[in-house]
């Protein structure tokens, strides 16, 4: 079993390993299926169905050993696999940072992207492999698949920053992900 590293952190190298999606060494692997997305798609008739009926795996993240904890950086792999539901392409849960810090995606494989929202302003931020998207401080962020292959980046972030995932549910995410004859859609995200 992997477990995150105990401080203090000695100086190391971590592979990567783009099209498998991991680092080694690793810390947890977290899995995410549809059942774990609850209030995130817009079609709740269809994300009930498709939950009674397969539960699909949405995306994984694995972590590098280092834990998340003030003043170390911490990075995990996101591997969002491809599909939709109710023609909404399969995202992340999406997050604020509670304590507001910037964050870096690097994009390895497949194309997806970054809805980022503030409360107020909706950007879109397309990732491939090579390109580097900046979360700023204050915008929560949630990654979509838009592709029909696995969609990985590496995420490199503040120990501290945290994870809230109920202001989002609550303010909402300002665009939604849709494909519509394989192409890319963003609507707006009403409340
Ligand atoms: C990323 C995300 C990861 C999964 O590492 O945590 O992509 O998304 P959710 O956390 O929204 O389920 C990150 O942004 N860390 O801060
Ligand atoms: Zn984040």
């Known amino acids: ?40 798609f817009e079609n709740t008739e269809t994300y009930e169905a498709e939950v009674a009926a397969s539960n699909p795996i949405v995306y994984q993240v694995i972590s590098s050993t280092v834990p998340e904890l003030p003043r170390e950086l911490p990075q995990s792999i996101t591997t969002i696999f491809a599909g939709t539901c109710g023609g909404e392409l399969y995202m ?29 302003e909706k950007k879109y931020v397309e990732i491939t492999p090579g390109k580097i998207g900046y979360i700023p401080p204050g915008w929560a962020h949630r990654s979509i698949n838009s592709g029909t292959t696995p969609y990985k980046f590496l995420a490199v972030y503040p120990g501290s920053a945290g994870h ?25 995200f009403i409340i």
């Open 1 to 40: 079993m992997t477990s995150f590293a105990v401080p203090p952190i000695s100086p190391h190298q971590i592979s990567l390993d783009a099209i498998a999606g991991s680092l080694t060494p690793s810390g947890p692997t977290l899995v995410r299926r549809l059942s774990d997305l609850a209030g995130c």
């Open 92 to 120: 992340t849960k999406g997050h604020q940072h509670p304590d507001p810090q910037g964050e870096i995606y690097f994009g390895l494989e497949g194309i997806g992207g970054i809805i980022m929202f503030d409360g107020n």
């Open 164 to 188: 809230d995932y109920g202001w989002v549910l609550k303010n909402g995410m300002g665009l939604r992900g849709f494909s519509e004859n394989g192409k890319l859609i963003l609507k707006d």
